[in-house]
């Protein structure tokens, strides 16, 4: 993020935030004082942040048990999201990583029969950008989205080769090195493709899983090579895999655990 953006931020509504998200990942009544631990706050500022937010409707206090969990009242928020298609609710977290760092974003929906279709880009206003028509479908292996898949998948190396040697390279990698990319990606949730898909192109990509773990969405970064140095790039990357996981937790549910693959 950048610092001109991280200093307009309010940390007790960041606070508030972070206790709202750990109450709806643990899905379990919980009191103040784990609460605070799990945040890192101390008792008395998660007490009065938890006290304002059940004023407010959007935690519910047990005064009996004296713990707290997520209240109806958020569903008055939420409510106009309610029935969106995923595409949709996807698009705006999308279109602020594209102005940010002034990139073209395709999304892309993985399907059953390991293929990826291209369901919406998403760009930056007055950049040079590849042009990619919807619909485009690709084998599930291609460029930076099949590394990171591969990786999501958990697949060994007898299938990642099999899936590798199933794409047709303008500049082949090699699988040594397509392999490598994806060992990494098993640690990072995203990877890279430097103008072996596409000549001249540069591939950041991430992926988001649905909750039993299976790769639904593929996200990449898709800019014309020399647009942007390697650093911007894995920035560009990391925000991607922000969103991934974003989306694994608001639009498909809670996803792995920890040490899942």
């Known amino acids: 993020m950048p610092d001109e953006l991280r200093q307009k931020l309010v940390p007790a509504v960041q606070n508030a935030a972070l206790i709202l998200r750990v109450l709806a990942e643990?899905?379990?009544?919980?009191?103040?004082?784990?609460?605070?631990?799990?945040?890192?706050?101390?008792?008395?500022?998660?007490?009065?942040?938890?006290?304002?937010?059940?004023?407010?409707?959007?935690v519910t206090f047990d005064g009996v048990a004296k713990t707290y969990r997520i209240g109806m009242g958020l569903l008055e928020f939420v409510s106009p999201l309610l029935g969106a298609s995923p595409a949709a609710l996807i698009r705006p977290a999308l279109m602020e990583i594209a102005q940010t760092h002034q990139v073209m974003i395709a999304l892309w929906q993985i399907t059953a029969k390991e293929r990826i279709v291209l369901i919406d880009?998403?760009?930056?206003?007055?950049?040079?950008?590849?042009?990619?028509?919807?619909?485009?479908?690709?084998?599930?292996?291609?460029?930076?989205?099949?590394?990171?898949?591969?990786?999501?998948?958990?697949?060994?190396?007898?299938?990642?080769?099999?899936?590798?040697?199933?794409?047709?390279?303008?500049?082949?990698?090699?699988?040594?090195?397509?392999?490598?990319?994806?060992?990494?990606?098993?640690?990072?949730?995203?990877?890279?493709?430097?103008?072996n898909l596409f000549r001249g192109l540069e591939i950041v990509a991430s992926l988001a899983r649905d909750a039993d773990g299976v790769p639904r969405l593929g996200l990449s970064s898709i800019t014309i090579a020399g647009q942007h140095d390697s650093e911007n790039l894995v920035t560009v990357g990391r925000a991607l895999a922000e969103?991934?996981?974003r989306i694994e937790r608001c639009v498909f549910g809670p996803g792995p655990g920890p040490g899942d693959p």
């Open 26 to 58: 643990r899905g379990q009544p919980l009191g103040a004082t784990q609460i605070a631990r799990e945040t890192g706050m101390n008792v008395s500022s998660a007490f009065n942040i938890l006290r304002t937010l059940s004023h407010e409707g959007l």
């Open 121 to 195: 880009r998403i760009a930056a206003p007055r950049i040079v950008q590849a042009s990619i028509a919807r619909e485009s479908r690709l084998p599930v292996f291609v460029g930076a989205v099949g590394r990171v898949y591969a990786a999501a998948r958990g697949l060994d190396r007898a299938t990642t080769r099999a899936g590798y040697e199933s794409v047709h390279w303008q500049a082949e990698p090699g699988f040594e090195a397509y392999w490598a990319d994806v060992q990494e990606a098993r640690e990072t949730r995203m990877a890279f493709d430097h103008g």
């Open 243 to 245: 969103a991934g996981l």
